[in-house]
């Protein structure tokens, strides 16, 4: 394991100071480690890699074999291409294998761990210890200055440090419970440098309340669905209906997309036309009342909640073209708008942050501030659902370290 510093208060000297020991944060100072630097990672909390010990449902979904830049939310789209072709997910799956972490591969090429996310943790945190890097945990940071162009100055946890490279590695606002802070979005500004708005992203979405009395009983159930954000981007994964909103991959996808007021439509028969569906059913059982006809394709429960109970207790025979029509449109266009997300709280990411037209996509560090660097989500890169994000903190991590 690295050294844990908790010397007596003076001015170290280090190459490299990284504030995160996060996913980007220790990747990047293993890269920087093994070029020779000397490298201190500060974090104010009492764990390294805290995100990645919860992610994945605990087992991390690391990487994905399938990453490209389509795969990112970013104002500047070509941003990303340097890094990501830089260390490819390929990289990451080598090391991992490497140090012997067993892994599976699910749906759309996402890799998790077979045992634990703690493995990954782990093998960073090894890494580290073998590039000869240094953690201070615990560390509250009370300043950071520049003192002159080579040169920065941070105080944490009482202590001095000075280095001529900073990294800022805080990442984003999500799960403020597991220490997530503003800070990274601060000091850019600090530094004259231009932050984004910020909004949760890989998030839930709430009812409003008329929609909580109607749905909040379908909570537990899941379909498979295709949905579409207004602007067109459309994912094909399961939704689930939870007590307070919708969720699953296919909204926590959708949700990077949506901006407060805008409906999303969902196809809840995605590889059907439930017109031709229904017109098949009349053609072959005329008598068959419309709630036993979509029960054989939807749960019941949300069959019930999506159409009224007269419409339902008709035969199809009893059912006019127009009627049979918006039937079928509410199955494959089911247009609802919802009242928000669950926020920070549970999102699993921040979209927005540090702009990256004020940073070089080669090396991470900022056009205007020689030696200061930021790496990971605290700038304004955010991934899909699926090992996109830590992707990124791999691939900016690296290209940082190999030049900061
Ligand atoms: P990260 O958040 O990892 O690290 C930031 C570090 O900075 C933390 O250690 C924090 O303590 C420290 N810090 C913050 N403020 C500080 C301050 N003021 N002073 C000192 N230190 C400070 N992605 C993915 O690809 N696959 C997945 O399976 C998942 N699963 C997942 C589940 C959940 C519940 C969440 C919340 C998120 C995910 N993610 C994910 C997203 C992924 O965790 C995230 O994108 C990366 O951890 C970002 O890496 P960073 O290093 O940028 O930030």
New binding site residues.
């Given amino acids: 394991m690295p050294l844990i510093f908790q010397g007596q208060a003076m001015t170290q000297q280090f190459d490299v100071i990284i504030?995160?020991?996060?996913?980007?944060?220790l990747m990047c100072a293993a890269t920087a480690g093994y070029r020779g630097r000397s490298v201190l990672v500060?974090?104010?909390?009492k764990k390294?890699?805290?995100?990645?010990l919860?992610?994945?449902g605990g087992r991390?979904?690391f990487t994905n074999q399938s990453v490209s830049p389509d795969n990112f939310l970013c104002g500047n789209p070509h941003f990303v291409k340097s890094a990501l072709a830089r260390y490819p997910s390929s990289n990451f799956i080598e090391l991992v294998e490497r140090h012997g972490i067993e892994y599976h591969e699910r749906d759309h090429g996402q890799l998790f761990c077979n045992d634990s996310a703690k493995d990954i943790v782990d093998m960073l945190l090894t890494e580290c210890d073998w590039a000869g890097v240094t953690i201070s945990l615990r560390s509250e940071?009370k300043y950071v200055k520049q003192l002159d162009e080579q040169q920065f100055e941070v105080h944490a946890g009482g202590q001095c440090y000075q280095a001529n490279s900073l990294v800022i590695?805080?990442?984003?606002l999500?799960?403020p419970k597991l220490?997530?802070?503003p800070?990274g979005y601060k000091l850019a500004e600090q530094f004259g440098l231009k932050v984004l708005p910020t909004r949760a992203g890989l998030v839930p979405f709430t009812w409003h309340s008329d929609q909580k009395e109607h749905f909040e009983a379908l909570s537990g159930i899941a379909v498979p669905s295709c949905i579409t954000a207004a602007n067109g981007k459309q994912f094909s994964e399961a939704l689930l209906f939870t007590h307070r909103g919708l969720s699953g991959p296919a909204i926590l996808q959708i949700s990077n997309y949506w901006q407060p007021g805008e409906a999303v439509s969902i196809n809840l028969l995605p590889k059907q036309d439930a017109a031709s569906l229904i017109e098949q059913v009349l053609s072959q059982h005329p008598k068959q009342s419309l709630k036993n006809t979509l029960s054989q394709w939807l749960p019941k429960r949300l069959v019930e909640a999506l159409f009224d109970e007269n419409t339902l207790a008709k035969a199809l025979n009893q059912l006019g073209h127009g009627e049979r029509d918006s039937i079928a449109a509410k199955l494959n266009n089911w247009q609802i708008t919802m009242n928000g997300t669950e926020g920070y709280r549970t999102a699993?990411?921040t979209l927005g942050g540090v702009d990256t037209n004020e940073l070089s996509s080669k090396t991470m560090q900022a056009n205007n501030v020689k030696g200061l660097y930021f790496i990971?989500?605290?700038m304004d890169v955010t991934?899909w659902l699926g090992?996109?994000?830590?992707?990124w903190?791999w691939a900016s991590g690296v290209a940082c370290g190999l030049d900061c």
Avoid at 42 to 45: E, Q, S, V, Y
């Fill in positions: 504030i995160g020991a996060g996913a980007a944060g500060i974090d104010n909390a390294a890699g805290r995100k990645i919860i992610s994945g991390c979904n940071i590695a805080t990442g984003g999500s799960m220490g997530a802070t800070f699993e990411v990971g989500e605290v991934g090992g996109f994000n830590f992707q903190a």
